[in-house]
């Protein structure tokens, strides 16, 4: 999809505004995930396309209007620098991000922990909008068109064969039904919890 992004960078040093390969404006020291200036020269651009946010290498689409989940911010990218600097979190080969939102923190962690590469990753929310902005936003991260994925469903969980070997899972609905009795490495419950058992 042809997007505008708002990318900081890992380190949190600067902030650009991406269009395709070509930056179109940069800003340092960014203390937003979407800093005004580049708001601003945003809204001088002739074309419209729509916009996405994001840390390194990893996107999540901005909430449309009727979507019930938060803008990433910038205790998203903490939380991701968080995961990335702990050896028992990187070691995971099994994943869940429950009340994913937009599904920044699985996706990115899916996108960067190499033992998750051909491990599982399973997403989790109350609400349709979550899963399917989570979906969309895998698909983009990796490079994938809804055309070549296969997805299959049983009941409200659809699963996805993923990049390389991942497999993948959206699950819409309470996680405390749809994820019960699940046997996962690490557990991400943003903005508010993370459990991981010894690896
Ligand atoms: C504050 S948002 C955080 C979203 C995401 N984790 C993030 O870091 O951006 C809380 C999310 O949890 C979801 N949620 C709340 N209670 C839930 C439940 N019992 N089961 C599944 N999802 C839930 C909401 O729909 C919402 O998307």
Same mark, same amino acid.
């Given at each position: 999809?042809?997007?505008?992004?708002?990318?900081?960078?890992?380190?949190?040093?600067?902030?650009?505004?991406?269009?395709?390969?070509?930056?179109?404006?940069?800003?340092?020291?960014? $203390? %937003?995930?979407?800093?005004?200036? #580049? +708001? @601003?020269? *945003?809204?001088?651009?002739?074309?419209?396309?729509?916009?996405?946010?994001?840390?390194?290498?990893?996107?999540?689409?901005?909430?449309?209007?009727?979507?019930?989940?938060?803008? $990433? %911010?910038?205790?998203?990218?903490? #939380? +991701? @620098?968080? *995961?990335?600097?702990?050896?028992?979190?990187?070691?995971?080969?099994?994943?869940?991000?429950?009340?994913?939102?937009?599904?920044?923190?699985?996706?990115?962690?899916?996108?960067?922990?190499?033992?998750?590469?051909?491990?599982?990753?399973?997403?989790?929310?109350?609400?349709?909008?979550?899963?399917?902005?989570?979906?969309?936003?895998?698909?983009?991260?990796?490079?994938?068109?809804?055309?070549?994925?296969?997805?299959?469903?049983?009941?409200?969980?659809?699963?996805?064969?993923?990049?390389?070997?991942?497999?993948?899972?959206?699950?819409?609905?309470?996680?405390?039904?749809?994820?019960?009795?699940?046997?996962?490495?690490?557990?991400?419950?943003?903005?508010?919890?993370?459990?991981?058992?010894?690896?």
């Amino acid at each position: 999809m042809d997007t505008y992004k708002i990318i900081t960078s890992k380190g949190l040093k600067t902030q650009d505004l991406v269009d395709g390969d070509r930056v179109i404006s940069s800003v340092e020291g960014p $203390v %937003s995930s979407f800093e005004p200036g #580049l +708001a @601003d020269q *945003l809204r001088k651009q002739t074309t419209r396309k729509p916009v996405v946010v994001g840390y390194d290498n990893t996107i999540s689409f901005l909430p449309g209007q009727h979507d019930r989940f938060p803008t $990433v %911010s910038m205790a998203h990218f903490f #939380l +991701a @620098d968080t *995961l990335s600097n702990n050896d028992n979190i990187r070691k995971a080969k099994s994943l869940v991000d429950l009340g994913c939102g937009s599904g920044f923190s699985g996706n990115y962690a899916a996108k960067n922990f190499e033992r998750l590469q051909d491990g599982r990753i399973v997403f989790g929310d109350l609400f349709p909008e979550s899963i399917n902005a989570t979906l969309n936003s895998y698909l983009a991260n990796n490079g994938l068109s809804p055309e070549e994925i296969q997805i299959t469903q049983n009941g409200n969980t659809f699963s996805v064969r993923g990049r390389g070997n991942q497999k993948m899972e959206f699950r819409v609905g309470d996680v405390n039904r749809t994820m019960y009795g699940d046997n996962v490495d690490v557990a991400i419950a943003s903005p508010i919890y993370i459990y991981s058992r010894d690896l």
